[in-house]
């Protein structure tokens, strides 16, 4: 299982060198160690995105959530259990939605270290700013599984989906690309 700390370091790693190959090298160490069911995290949240899309924070809501959530002494906060608590979030509506927010989003700040917080309120916000955006993930995938970063480029660009391909890459290795085809009425990206 990895724990949002070793992709809050691996985003302090990237936003730390200026070097393409370097965030490569860096990214693809990373998405080496994701368990299957953790590919879809890891590579939206390393380009900056969640997977739920747009979770219905505001500003003061996170504001309280940081200001009612001291930081966790050691990293146990998981991928998985973030991303269900980011679920969560997502999911909210009606009466009674923003202090349910503010609750989940506590949970949520509450499990995480300092260094996690800040990785996470960074991604919630859309601040992550470490220089790796989809097409050195895409190198890194290449790294990662040994594909060719071309194969990895026109499958992600056939498919839309980098997290789709990433899974199918990173658990099947190489071959798995070849699914990815063009199909009538499918946009690509």
Do not use: H
Not at 49 to 74: C, F, Y
């Amino acid at each position: 299982m990895m724990r949002v700390a070793e992709l809050a370091e691996t985003s302090r790693a990237l936003a730390a060198t200026r070097s393409r190959l370097a965030k490569v090298a860096i990214l693809a160490e990373c998405l080496r160690r994701l368990e299957r069911d953790e590919i879809a995290i890891g590579v939206n949240w390393l380009i900056g995105s969640l997977r739920q899309g747009r979770i219905g924070v505001a500003g003061a809501t996170l504001r309280n959530a940081m200001n009612e959530s001291p930081a966790a002494e050691a990293a146990t906060l998981g991928l998985r259990e973030a991303d269900a608590l980011f679920s969560a979030l997502a999911s909210v509506a009606g009466t009674g939605s923003a202090a349910e927010r503010r609750r989940v989003l506590s949970t949520l700040l509450g499990r995480a270290t300092a260094a996690e917080q800040d990785f996470l309120i960074r991604l919630i916000v859309g601040e992550l700013r470490q220089g790796a955006l989809e097409g050195v993930m895409v190198d890194a995938l290449a790294r990662a599984s040994g594909a060719a970063a071309s194969d990895v480029r026109r499958a992600v660009m056939v498919a839309g989906d980098l997290a789709a391909v990433a899974e199918a890459l990173l658990t099947e290795g190489p071959p798995a690309l070849r699914r990815f085809r063009l199909r009538v009425m499918q946009p690509l990206q």
